[in-house]
């Protein structure tokens, strides 16, 4: 086995390790925040407010930045060059700040009329409208704090240290956290956004937004080991900046679009009004539930593998390239597929536990978060697929063809969610959102798998279609078990029955997904998975410099 799978082994295991603790501190932070604020106007006004940094952060900066880090910094790194490193660097660092600085004190003189675009000028009689202008001014500094978190994370990863920007976004959930539960102590967890006081909504503002300050801060810590020089500088060297224009661009784009589909989903869901309050809090709250599997299971895979395709590319080892990439995607699609049985399979339980622990909506909302979070399961498969292919085009320069592929998707997700919002009747708008999310994420997945083919060639899909199959039949196998393992055991209307519920059914799905994978694609097929869940190790892999076999292929 070479030392470059040794080394995306260790860093996947590092990085999937820390990623679990980050996510489920994540998990706890959205249980706590239904607690404290809960799904109704309050909840409406704070995530309406609270998406609106991240997604301007994108539109103007993020896309470029994410895109633009690793690529520009393999080069220098393989020839170890850390003058020319930590030039780089710091040119990204100042153009961040240049830039985001005016758009967060923009976003602050602004805020209302941005808001006005996302919400509907009647909700609960202004009130919900006033409480999230006045959160997102106190939300803005977060622009400039993005992008530093963005660069930093870039940099650290460029290097192969993996470990701190997996924890920052655990530091950062145990911060907002706390923030809910002071709330949720002093206000008697009020949700009603017209009976919060001034300073309520200060504490949930000012503490949210040091919650993302601590996300970019902890990152200064680790960077101080690289020995970069950092310094002011607006200019990058002719060579370096040539391919600099056409990432930025495909990176804008790319999450640009996705920004773009995200405001409009949640003006969709603001639309929904007094006939399904809170829906926007709703649909936000599933959101993250999907955002867990992918993380935990996709992006450590995919956020590993990345440094060693752009150094692959820049090192002319075309046959390196693909059997990196053949295999990481083999294993991110798997992976995936365990991802969506466990959402769709365990969406009752996991709705009954949200809504029992809301601070006033009660039980009333779980038959939405349940739809909404089926709904979502099945975006699965094209997000992760995003999550590895979107790196495979942009470490070999295919920039435009990664923001054409995703732009399409969000573009589909976007037009299914307009069909479907008015399509299907109002009560039903957070199940209409999720499935045209599952619509552009699916659309997503093909467009960036067409991509990965005609620009990298046939050995970089190797084993792929045998995988698809397996993946696909054992999750929607593992979804009918689970459906009927609940409707035999009956519905778990409390915290603690839908909570044992869904330990002992999500055990069944794992068995039924892992039996239904192997026996289809053959023993190749799991271990992928065992090796996520730390039952085999990295070291009892195929070695890699050996032909790379099909995914699946019986030993």
Known sequence: ???????????????GAITVASRLAGFGRTMVFTWAIGLGTLG???????????????????????????????????????????????????????????????????????????????VDSGKTIDVATEMLVLFAPQLPLYGVAVVLTGILQSHRRFAWPALAPLLSSVVMAGVYVVYGM?????????????????????????????LAGCLIFPLRGLRLKLRPAWRLETHVAAGLRSLAIAGMITVGAQQLCQALLIRLANDAGEEVPGATAIFTVSQTFFLLPWAILAVPLATAAYPILAEAFSLGEHERYQRRLSQTG????????LGVAALAGLAEPMGTVLASVSSDT????????????????FGLFGYSVFAIYSRGLYAI????????????????????????????????????????????????????TAAIARHTGAASLRGVPRAALATIVAAVGAVLAARELIALWGHADTFYTALFQGAVVGAAIAVVYLGLAALLGGSGVVRPVLRRAGIIRASEEPDESAPDEPSGADK
């Not at 967890?189 to 006081?197: H, I, P």
Request: glycine share 10%; proline share 5%; hydrophobic share 55%.
């Open 1 to 15: 086995m070479t030392e470059t799978r040794r080394e995306v082994g260790r860093a996947a295991s590092v990085i």
């Open 44 to 122: 409406t006004a704070y995530q309406t407010a609270n998406n609106i940094p991240n997604i301007i952060f994108e539109l103007v900066a993020g896309g470029a930045l994410a895109a633009l880090v690793i690529p520009l910094l393999a080069a220098p790194l393989a020839r170890h060059d850390p003058r020319q490193v930590g030039h780089i660097a710091s040119a990204l660092l100042t153009w961040a700040l240049t830039i985001l600085v005016p758009a967060g004190l923009l976003l602050a003189f602004f805020a209302r009329p941005i808001i006005l675009l996302l919400m509907p000028a009647n």
């Open 186 to 214: 002093i206000s008697g967890r009020e949700d009603k956004a017209g009976q919060v006081s001034q300073n309520e909504v200060l504490l949930l503002g000012l503490g949210t937004t040091c919650g993302v300050a601590v």
């Open 330 to 337: 083999r294993a991110v699609l798997l992976l995936s597929g």
């Open 362 to 377: 009660g039980l009333s909302t779980q038959p939405q978060l349940q739809a909404t979070l089926t709904g979502l399961a």
């Open 397 to 448: 320069g295919r920039n435009k063809y990664a923001a054409g592929a995703t732009s399409l998707g969000w573009a589909a997700g976007a037009a299914a969610a307009l069909v479907l919002s008015a399509a299907m009747p109002l009560e039903d708008r957070t199940l209409a959102l999720a499935i045209a999310w599952s619509v552009g994420m699916t659309v997503i997945g093909l467009a960036l």
